[in-house]
């Protein structure tokens, strides 16, 4: 019998094909951006042959991980050391206002480089000029969700009018690998008549809507003094959550506003390491988890993180909970994989498409070295503790090799579709630049 072609195999790996499954030796066969197989690897062997085949001896072979908020920044390591409200006014809004295109195409191939090398294959950003982070993702090759971060006018940043022009002219772009949709800051840097704008042209777009949401105690104060509700409260009775709303960090949160969320089918991000280092506060998130609330885990930003790798930022988010929770089981090594993976993908309204590794599923696939010895020892049968010692020990040096949509875009550590050096030149570059014109006031 002739064995059928396809373009990519992956031979002899330790398979992971989702959250909840158990390890096993196995291959995985990929034809255009799809997985069209996958099983052990001698079955695989006699029933196709492969235009590349890679040898994952001695690697786990997973699903890619799905950031579910972030923003691609470029002033990393500046002004550290103040709470989020401080941190805004003295660093992010001067420097967002002082953005140059130039500045945000050199961020985003700083940041998609980082992402590539740490095994993060989907993201979702809100931010500037997002049309240039869209050109650098068709030369990645990564997936992404793209929002522009709106706030009133008087902040001079982006507007609703860029944010349409980035939807009619990127949603579905590379491939289907770019989609767009709507994003407001937050309730307290948009008024009314924004937000409710914001949701009428998601609506009209049949687009998600990006946004922060009770991130602060300041800014939980803020709105109840303004409008004498919660941040959630708020949102819901201009009815702003009707639409497909994603929300980040959630960290300030009545039984009332989980109720809310619940009833209008809002996700979230969790994102531990940023509301830790900002003193924002611990999210709660088995509260949420209880009332059914999906929920998905990002980095934010590297300027209050201050990486992108999402294996740490799983060891840290079970971490901090169990702290929280003063429980030792707390968000468990399986559920933090789920929500770096299914979770994520599910909050983007993509765990269809990946967040798991299935045939007829995109190629979003991740081969982990496991040979360094904090990855040590190893047990793959009776009790297996490859998913503890990738979420507990595991770091974005590990990550070997990155696909996404059947294309391989790092592999031995050698990134393939950017070029690494020049990408680390432009983004000093554009640093010295962004930062001299923020101190100057733009």
């Given at each position: 019998m002739e064995k059928e072609k396809v373009d990519l195999m992956i031979c002899d790996g330790i398979l992971l094909t989702k959250y909840d499954s158990e390890p096993f030796e196995g291959s995985v066969c990929i034809k255009g951006n799809k997985i069209v197989a996958i099983g052990r690897p001698s079955r695989i062997s006699r029933t196709f042959k492969a235009e590349k085949y890679l040898n994952a001896k001695g690697k786990a072979v997973l699903p890619g991980l799905v950031n579910a908020?972030?923003?691609?920044?470029?002033?990393?390591?500046?002004?550290?050391?103040?709470?989020?409200?401080?941190?805004?006014?003295?660093?992010?809004?001067?420097?967002?206002?002082?953005?140059?295109?130039?500045?945000?195409?050199?961020?985003?191939?700083?940041?998609?480089?980082?992402?590539?090398?740490?095994?993060?294959?989907?993201?979702?950003?809100?931010?500037?000029?997002?049309?240039?982070?869209?050109?650098?993702v068709k030369i990645s090759g990564l997936r992404a969700v793209l929002s522009c971060q709106i706030m009133d006018e008087s902040y001079r940043t982006e507007t609703i009018?860029?944010?349409?022009?980035?939807?009619?002219?990127?949603?579905?772009?590379?491939?289907?690998?770019?989609?767009?949709?709507?994003?407001?800051?937050?309730?307290?840097?948009?008024?009314?008549?924004?937000?409710?704008?914001?949701?009428?042209?998601?609506?009209?777009?049949?687009?998600?809507?990006?946004?922060?949401?009770?991130?602060?105690?300041?800014?939980?104060?803020?709105?109840?003094?303004?409008?004498?509700?919660?941040?959630?409260?708020?949102?819901d009775k201009i009815d702003f959550l009707k639409s497909r709303v994603h929300a980040a960090h959630c960290v300030h949160l009545t039984a009332k506003d989980i109720a809310i969320l619940k009833k209008r089918r809002v996700t979230v991000a969790y994102n531990p390491t940023s509301n830790m280092k900002l003193a924002s506060g611990v999210a709660p998130i088995l509260k949420m988890q209880a009332n059914g609330i999906i929920i998905g885990l990002g980095t934010d930003s590297f300027l209050s993180n201050n990486n992108l790798d999402m294996f740490e930022e799983m060891r840290i988010g079970s971490y901090l909970q169990k702290l929280y929770q003063t429980s030792a089981s707390a968000l468990p090594c399986r559920e933090m994989l789920k929500m770096a993976t299914l979770g994520s993908a599910a909050c983007l309204d993509m765990d269809k498409e990946i967040g798991s590794l299935e045939v007829g599923k995109k190629a979003d696939i991740i081969l982990v070295n496991?040979?360094?010895?904090?990855?040590y020892p190893l047990f793959l049968r009776g009790p297996t503790n490859l998913v503890e010692n990738l979420v507990y020990s595991a770091n974005a040096g590990d990550v070997d090799t990155t696909i996404v949509d059947g294309r391989i875009l790092m592999e031995d550590r050698k990134v393939k579709s950017l070029r690494e050096e020049e990408v680390l030149r432009k983004a000093e570059k554009a640093a010295q630049d962004l930062y001299e014109r923020a101190k100057s006031g733009g």
């Open positions: 908020h972030m923003h691609e920044c470029l002033l990393r390591g500046l002004c550290e050391d103040l709470p989020l409200m401080s941190w805004l006014s003295k660093i992010c809004l001067p420097a967002e206002r002082a953005l140059r295109r130039e500045h945000m195409r050199a961020a985003a191939l700083l940041n998609q480089l980082e992402m590539i090398k740490s095994g993060t294959t989907t993201f979702i950003d809100i931010f500037r000029f997002q049309e240039e982070v869209a050109k650098v009018v860029t944010n349409e022009r980035l939807v009619k002219e990127w949603n579905g772009k590379a491939n289907g690998r770019i989609i767009t949709w709507f994003g407001a800051h937050s309730p307290y840097t948009c008024s009314e008549e924004t937000l409710l704008r914001v949701k009428e042209m998601a609506e009209r777009y049949r687009v998600g809507i990006h946004i922060h949401i009770a991130e602060t105690r300041d800014e939980v104060k803020r709105i109840k003094k303004e409008h004498g509700v919660t941040p959630v409260e708020y949102l496991l040979s360094s010895p904090h990855l």
